[in-house]
């Protein structure tokens, strides 16, 4: 038997690294342009206060320093425009947090710049900073953010809460709480600006929403779209922290080609990119959960809140997703989530990978694990009870489809695990060293979803050429994940090209249509589809000339990857180069622009109900650790995660991801931890902000389910976020396991588990 | 505007010396894993500075036995300070210590000398240096001086040097053994992730035994008060003794006695004043293959 | 205070002119444009920015560049990614990382060649803890270190290959 697809399926060599091992592919710091000048970024030293005056006089007149601006040289708008659009490129007469950008410096070269930047001196009037969440949300709290410092707040109510608890017969609650994280990707935000000679402006940079960064530019000059092109570089990671802020880098690089009339270059050193750029929000989540003794949850009521920073930027839709998701994989019929971002003087925090989940999912696999205990049901048995399947209904009152393989995912990661036999080992009293194992489970609405439908859309430009060679523009773009490479799949599969004659080209806002940003892991799915459109329409085309050289006038036309064929006489085949230049020779249009918007999707905002999202993944993770009781030292030892993705277009791909979202999502677990004292970062480095390392890596096995989407591209879902989503949670339930220390707060550190130690 | 301190690269001692200008603060460039950290964050006042590179000075990378002592030249890096015999069999503690110390790509640079000079009570090498008693040897000018590793530090990332002093040397005395005695030595510290780390706190035990009689015993510790301290009284306890549960324990007091470790954002004074003696127990149990936990 | 500084590039003897206590980091990106040496957090703790140095008595290891100074590398060797490939061809090392998907954002990766190429010269058959110790210091946040693991090992098979290969 034949197998139907080509290249769709194999785990193919990503086209995209040839350059990478070689070093010869350029990230932003490695341009250069003819007379280019350097920028650097004067930043507040304060968390909360008023400007009283900034004094650029000394440093103007260091040799070298070509010019220094502060926002009235801004010719557009002061702010980039991202929801409530109240971020300012720079700051006017108040600084909101310690890092926020107040002046530009332009000089010829970094370190001058550097240099000019210390010497800008900003008189401040101090006021007093809101640090802490439940302080700022008091009536008395000093007001940031409009009179109540709630960036946004969300409900959603399901069933009657109130009666959904008398019917239970055990209730749990509990307090969970999350710090930040850092993105912590290799390469720092960074980008260039080059004027144009028609007033334009060209910026090329590390980024991962360029049309973001596009919106961004003409808003700071005063420009028209058609007057700016923004051009991706290769980027060096990205986890969400390339999505809303590199537009702040942009503006202001922007802002000094503009005025300098030079090309102008902007990176970031660590510590800058630590002090101003986004972070994963800390989280506060208290949940209770309602259960009949069989083991059938019948309330759950949870009130979450994330702790935004000085500014809104992402913070409205991280908690909309976080608040989708709040009460867990679970059908429950009633169900009440209050959720709210909160404004506070400390660095505006924005997307990471997973997006407001993994903070919620750390708080509702938690305490199902507690519930379990307390109904002396298994963990596993108490999940298998309640967890979402086909038709069942999410908190939102969304209808699961078919495209549900939760079960499957969850058996495969129990048996490849072997959870239930390391969970209910006991561990020898003598022994310093506890073993134990922990599970966590969770889904993951695909794509923008509600909250962001009015941008869910996605565009591709598809031309073969003479040769017969294939290059392809998306608006999603490549931060290593390995899009480019998916794509290129999709595109051969359908065109019947061989896979090695496809090019992704580098995202550029000139080529395709406005597709939204690269988040949510919505690139698959989305680009993916935009393709397999624009690849269609040029497949009809080949396969008329196909049919043409087969002499015939309809029919069916098949491809094995490089040569095309008809049922009626499969063993006579035509190459796809030849086809290619017959079609050329005939005049025929090989080039295509595809486009797919995403199914429709709604939301309630009274009640917030409505079909949140149009596809959903689910995941499930168990780890296995090691806990030392004399140092509080946790070594993982096997993590073995699935994920149903509805299907993997290249699973080495897919394992990558699972591998790479596991390892962040184990330090996120264990070693990250953010310190912040008055609102200032006191570990602005790789050196005190700890991310694994390989003496920290554990045995990790990768589970693929594909339980296919009628609507994604050969079924796909997405899959970039949900690694991240359960794995920490799994850790801290495999600690409780281990030791029966129950941690309510992430990062698990030795100094919290010796703490708990000690109480017991 | 943008200073560079002053540079010198001498190829001898005797030329270092000859060279080195008497108004300017000297920094010795040794690996340069910390200095010039320091130089890119501007913690150095780089106008009234200057650099000597050691790099090119090749009478202190050594490492020699005398009669009594083991010899190893300041420049000495840690990669092969780890690799070296006669460090594997005179003192197992270095070599222990040495599996730890940063990541391979610093190690090959690091020096011992370095990790002396900048002082720093997380200093990897320090409780281990301790342990062995080791003598350190400076020059300056014409004046050449031996001290006690233990009296050289007077705080966080100080030292009573004076302007100029260099470390040219570190002089451990080898350890003579009677029949069926051996040399054991260990460290342990422990950090926010298994590798690549500032410790959080750290111990170095070097002893002589004999199954579990202990003939003479060090304990030092890390990171737990302003500069590493040697802690005599458990010595005191131990030496001369059969080792048991009950000794250890009083050892384990003698810590706490003498520790002052504060909060900071890698860990807090609690959790570093019990994992030290949690650190303890485990070399102990390590070194004696006993368990001595409870 | 600027000097000459002569030492040898991906074997072309280089000669620069700057302050000796710039780093050798700064050096290869800004006076020499070897923009494959990345800087990723110019403090060490990285190890974007590694490189080889060779010394004279030939001992070569890996090291970050960002805490060398110039001044250091007098005479010696370094060799940088680009000196892996002189004939065009794909270091075997380099071609391991593309074929077990050890290269996602590819920013560590000319660093985790490096170190790799480095561990094997200096012993061609390293147990699995010492290929975890050998690259932990050079930080990856995309792949989770699996797959470079998986590289690595693929390519001492490689390495050894050629090598008996080249005996005969």
């Known amino acids: 038997m034949k197998k139907n697809l080509n290249v769709v399926g194999e785990s193919v060599l990503r086209n995209d690294v040839v350059e990478k091992v070689l070093g010869t592919a350029k990230y932003i710091d490695d341009y250069k342009f003819d007379g280019m000048l350097y920028g650097f970024t004067v930043r507040s030293t304060i968390s909360h206060g008023k400007i009283i005056s900034i004094n650029i006089s000394k440093a103007k007149k260091i040799n070298g320093v070509v010019n220094i601006f502060t926002a009235k040289d801004i010719p557009g708008k002061n702010f980039f425009p991202m929801i409530l659009n109240d971020y300012p490129f720079l700051a006017e007469n108040k600084v909101l947090f310690y890092g926020q950008p107040i002046a530009l410096v332009v000089a010829t070269n970094q370190e001058i710049a550097k240099e000019a930047a210390k010497n800008v001196f900003i008189e401040y009037e101090e006021l007093e900073p809101v640090l802490d969440i439940h302080y700022a949300m008091k009536k008395n709290s000093p007001k940031i953010f409009g009179s109540d410092n709630i960036l946004r707040k969300y409900i959603i109510k399901k069933g009657n809460i109130d009666q959904g608890f008398k019917e239970a017969d055990v209730i749990v609650e509990d307090v969970f709480e999350t710090n930040y994280q850092v993105h912590s990707y290799l390469e720092p935000n960074g980008m260039i600006a080059v004027p144009q000679p028609d007033g334009g402006i060209t910026v090329y940079g590390t980024m991962q929403c360029p049309f973001y960064v596009h919106d961004a530019i003409a808003n700071i000059l005063n420009i028209y779209h058609n007057k700016i092109r923004v051009v991706q570089t290769t980027t060096g990671g990205g986890f969400g922290g390339k999505e809303d802020v590199p537009s702040l880098v942009a503006g202001h690089v922007a802002l000094l080609a503009y005025l300098t009339k030079k090309p102008v270059k902007l990176v970031y050193t660590r510590e800058e990119d630590f002090h101003g750029m986004s972070k994963r929000h800390p989280g506060y989540i208290e949940i209770k959960y309602g259960a009949k003794k069989n083991g059938k949850i019948v309330a759950a009521k949870v009130r979450y809140i994330l702790d935004g920073g000085a500014f809104a930027t992402l913070s409205p839709i991280v908690l909309w997703r976080g608040t989708v998701h709040a009460v867990g994989p679970y059908d429950i019929p009633n169900v009440l989530i209050e959720s709210f971002a909160v404004a506070t003087n400390k660095v505006p925090c924005g997307a990471f990978r997973g997006f407001g989940q993994p903070q919620a999912t750390f708080a509702n696999e938690s305490l199902i694990d507690i519930l379990a205990e307390k109904l002396k049901i298994s963990p596993l048995k108490l999940r298998q009870i309640n967890m979402l399947k086909p038709y069942s209904r999410t908190a939102t009152n969304d209808k699961i489809s078919n495209s549900c393989g939760f079960k499957k995912v969850l058996s495969e990661v129990i048996k490849k695990s072997k959870y239930e036999k390391i969970l209910s080992k006991k561990n020898e009293n003598l022994s310093t060293i506890k073993t134990g194992a922990g599970l966590a489970i969770a889904f993951y609405g695909v794509g923008l979803g509600a909250g962001g439908k009015y941008i869910d859309r996605a565009g591709a430009y598809l031309q073969i050429q003479k040769d017969g060679t294939v290059i392809i523009s998306i608006g999603n773009t490549e931060l290593g994940q390995g899009v480019f490479t998916v794509i290129s799949q999709i595109a051969s599969e359908i065109l019947g090209a061989p896979y090695e004659f496809v090019k992704v080209l580098q995202p550029d806002t000139t080529r395709v249509p406005d597709s939204g940003p690269t988040v949510a892991s919505r690139s698959t799915l989305m680009s993916g589809n935009a393709v397999l459109d624009a690849a269609k329409q040029v497949r009809e085309r080949i396969d008329t000339m196909v049919l043409k050289l087969f002499n015939k006038s309809k029919g069916k036309v098949y491809s094995n990857g490089k040569e095309y064929f008809i049922s009626t006489n499969p063993e006579k085949k035509i190459h796809y180069l030849e086809v290619i230049k017959k079609c050329f020779v005939q005049r025929i249009n090989l080039s295509a622009t595809g486009w797919y918007t995403g199914e429709d999707v709604s939301f309630d905002s009274e009640t917030g109900q409505g079909k949140a999202y149009y596809s959903y993944t689910f995941s499930a993770t168990v780890a296995i650790v090691k806990v030392n009781i004399l140092t509080g030292v946790v070594e993982v030892k096997k993590i073995v995660s699935g994920h149903d993705i509805g299907k993997a277009i290249n699973p080495k791909l897919c394992e990558a991801q699972i591998e790479g979202g596991v390892i962040q999502s184990l330090g996120y677990a264990l070693t990250e931890n953010l310190v912040l004292k008055n609102g200032i970062i006191l570990n602005p480095s790789f050196a005190g902000y700890l991310i694994p390392t390989s003496m920290d890596i554990p045995e990790i096995i990768p589970v693929i389910v594909e339980s296919k989407y009628s609507k994604g591209p050969f079924g796909a879902k997405g899959l970039g976020e949900s690694p991240m989503i359960t794995p920490s949670t799994a850790i801290a339930n495999a600690i409780y396991n281990a030791t029966g220390f129950r941690t309510k707060k992430l990062p698990v550190t030795p100094e919290i588990l010796l703490e708990l130690k000690n109480k017991k | 505007m943008i200073y560079y301190p002053e540079y010198l690269q001498p190829k001898t001692l005797e030329e270092l010396f000859k060279e080195l200008p008497k108004n300017k603060k000297i920094y010795y460039l040794a690996g340069g894993t910390d200095l010039l950290n320091y130089l890119r964050d501007e913690l150095v006042d780089k106008k009234n500075s200057c650099f000597v590179d050691l790099s090119k000075i090749k009478e202190l990378v050594f490492i020699n036995e005398t009669n009594k002592n083991i010899e190893i030249g300041s420049m000495v890096s840690f990669n092969i300070l780890q690799e070296n015999n006669l460090v594997k069999k005179h003192f197992p503690a270095i070599t222990s210590m040495c599996k730890t110390f940063s990541t391979p790509i610093i190690s090959n640079r690091a020096t011992i000398g370095g990790n002396i000079a900048n002082a720093s009570p997380s200093g990897d090498s320090l409780p281990v240096l301790y342990t062995l008693n080791t003598k350190i040897e400076i020059k300056n000018f014409s004046q050449t001086r031996i001290e006690d590793i233990d009296k050289i530090f007077v705080g966080p990332k100080k030292t009573n040097f004076k302007n100029g002093d260099l470390i040219t040397k570190l002089i451990i005395p080898k350890q003579v053994l009677q029949k069926g005695f051996s040399i054991i030595g260990i460290f342990k510290k422990v950090g926010g992730r298994k590798s690549h780390i500032i410790s959080k706190a750290s111990i170095a035990i070097s002893a002589i035994s004999k199954s579990d009689y202990i003939k003479k015993i060090n304990v030092a510790v890390g990171a737990v008060a302003p500069t590493v301290l040697k802690i005599n009284t458990i010595s005191e306890i131990l030496n001369n003794k059969k080792l048991n549960k009950k000794l250890v324990k009083d050892s384990v007091e003698e810590i706490k006695k003498v520790i002052s470790p504060i909060d900071d954002f890698r860990s807090t004074a609690n959790y570093r004043k019990e994992v030290v003696s949690s650190l303890f127990l485990e070399s102990i149990s390590e070194l004696f293959k006993f368990n001595f936990y409870d | ?168």
């Open chain 3, 1 to 168: 205070m600027k000097k000459k500084i002569t030492f040898y590039l991906n074997n072309e003897k280089v000669v620069v002119k700057c302050h000796p206590l710039k780093t050798l980091l700064k050096v290869l990106r800004e006076d020499l444009n070897h923009t494959e040496v990345k800087n990723g957090c110019e403090q060490g703790e990285c190890g974007a920015c590694t490189v080889i140095i060779e010394d004279e008595d030939k001992k070569s290891f890996a090291t970050n560049s960002c805490l060398v100074a110039i001044g250091q590398v007098e005479g010696k060797k370094i060799v940088t990614i680009k000196g892996l490939n002189k004939e065009k061809e794909l270091h075997p090392i380099q071609k391991s990382f593309i074929d077990e998907g050890a290269v996602q954002c590819g920013f560590c990766t000319p660093g985790l060649i490096l170190v790799t190429k480095s561990l094997l010269d200096n012993n061609p058959n390293p147990t699995d803890e010492e290929i975890k110790y050998a690259i932990s210091g050079n930080l990856c946040r995309c792949t989770g270190y699996i797959k470079i693991f998986a590289a690595i090992k693929k390519a001492i098979k490689l390495v050894k290959k050629i090598r008996n290969s080249k005996k005969i």
